[in-house]
């Protein structure tokens, strides 16, 4: 290993080790790539809040600490007719309790989520803005790097084309915001991964990435790990790797998920993997037979 390479890698050490200690840290290790760090330390397995019913409540950490998950995607709240999300994370002491709770669980924070935008226009409410200033003011607050923005169905580039002058002009600013911070936009698309490399260069922001999401692969009929390679590691920033619910993640064909660790290992990838849906119809308001099935899995494949 060359001189610049082993520096490179300590650093990398230095920064992983610290994670392991705080929230914060853990949080601010999404968005690294680097080389030859392996098991626990290269990938990371989370669950949503609001998936595992706990949405903004500061038992989500010990829920997630009992499913043997590493962390968790916090959500800034429902938006409805309101000009911003429903949100108590802008008061530093509350701040600090979602804090001091994450570091004793041991439960990192991925990334904070506008979950709000799965069902509302980021390309039309005339307070986005203030939506997402509110976000990077909390997530500079709590030391998370990530923000997770679904474009939902009222943002679809494919069915509504006519919105991509308006969703660029946003995620310009968003990104700019971001990047003011050391923070990324992490936007999830309806487009193929073809489609998201030219919106990204439309964009031309460096904070601006893509939060692929394997069940938009699936439903577009795409090879997942095809698709992860032609994005490339760099416009990753990070992935929801369920698929729409059905099969736990170990059941469902569509998910191979030992041929997707050998793609993001030779892409260099590293970061945080995030379920979200992949619940057992049968059995589906069972979160911790769910969600915990499903994350020993994913360790078991990710962090062996």
């Known amino acids: 290993m060359d001189t610049k390479n082993r520096r490179s890698f300590i650093k990398g050490l230095m920064v992983l080790g610290t ?20 098991g626990t330390d290269r990938y990371r397995i989370a669950v949503c809040d609001w998936m595992i019913l706990k949405r903004q409540k500061l038992s989500a950490f010990a829920l997630a600490s009992e499913i043997k998950a590493d962390g968790i995607e916090l959500d800034m709240g429902g938006l409805g007719d309101r000009p911003t999300f429903d949100s108590k994370l802008g008061d530093p002491a509350v701040q ?30 005339e307070t986005v803005p203030q939506m997402v200033q509110d976000t990077l003011d909390t997530m500079k607050g709590m030391g998370i ?6 474009l939902g169905v009222q943002g679809d580039l494919v069915q509504q084309p006519e919105l991509r002058p308006a969703i660029v002009k946003r995620l310009r600013m968003a990104g700019q915001k971001a990047q003011a911070i050391g923070a990324v936009i992490a936007v999830e698309t ?5 489609g998201e490399r030219s919106l990204l260069k439309e964009i031309d922001s460096e904070g601006v990435k ?6 938009n692969a699936i439903k577009n009929g795409k090879d997942i790990c095809k698709e992860l390679e032609l994005l490339g590691a760099k416009n990753i920033a ?44 049968e059995d589906v308001h069972n979160v911790r037979r769910n969600y915990g099935s499903n994350a020993t899995y994913m360790k078991s494949i990710f962090q062996s």
Request: glycine fraction near 8%; charge should be positive; charged fraction near 20%.
């Open 19 to 38: 994670a392991i200690i705080s929230g914060p840290g853990l949080a601010a290790c999404t968005a690294s790539r680097t080389a030859g760090i392996a």
């Open 210 to 215: 893509i939060s692929f999401n394997f069940a």
């Open 145 to 150: 790097k990530v923000a997770y923005l679904p």
């Open 190 to 194: 309806a487009l193929d991964a073809s």
């Open 96 to 125: 600090q309790e979602f804090l001091n709770e994450a570091k004793k669980q041991g439960v990192g924070i991925s990334s904070i989520a506008m979950s709000g935008f799965y069902a509302q226009s980021f390309a039309q409410r």
């Open 238 to 281: 990070q992935i929801h790797c369920s698929n729409t619910d059905g099969k736990l993640i170990q059941e469902d064909p569509a998910l191979d998920m030992p041929k997707i660790k050998k793609t993001l290992d030779r892409m260099n990838w590293s970061g945080w993997l995030i379920i979200e849906r992949s619940r057992d119809t």
